[in-house]
């Protein structure tokens, strides 16, 4: 029953933007952190966002600090990742994720979704 998708992916040039969108069913949505990790091809999951149920709380990695942003909409059961001035070095599947009364991090991930691929070219 619980389920996450995510959308928004797709290929796009150096310096670009896109927006990550995660809708999530049949969870208290509300009252869970919600999160991005991502994967490059070959490479270990990497954190990169997480956000309180309320939204008052953010945490992004190091990597994407001042260029991504997460937000949510509670009303809509929905997660955003907004990404900006995008690099090579972003593409990854990017993965949604909750985790309870905890933040996400790579390794505390409740439930997450299948994922949606950013590529950026150079």
């Known amino acids: 029953q619980v389920q996450l998708v995510e959308s928004g992916g797709g290929l796009v040039q150096a310096g670009d933007s896109l927006r990550l969108s995660c809708v999530a069913s049949?969870?208290?949505?509300?009252?869970?952190?919600m999160g991005w990790i991502r994967r490059a091809p070959g490479k270990e999951r990497e954190f990169v966002s997480t956000?309180?149920?309320?939204?008052?709380?953010?945490s992004h990695d190091d990597s994407v600090k001042g260029r991504f942003t997460i937000s949510r909409d509670n009303a809509k059961s929905t997660v955003y990742l907004q990404m900006n001035s995008l690099k090579p070095e972003d593409t990854a599947v990017y993965y949604c994720?909750?985790?309870?009364?905890?933040?996400?991090?790579?390794?505390?991930?409740?439930?997450w979704g299948k994922g949606t691929l950013v590529t950026v070219s150079s």
């Open positions: 049949v969870l208290p949505f509300s009252s869970s952190w």
């Open positions: 956000i309180s149920p309320s939204g008052g709380i953010v």
């Open positions: 994720a909750s985790n309870g009364a905890v933040r996400v991090t790579k390794d505390g991930m409740e439930y």
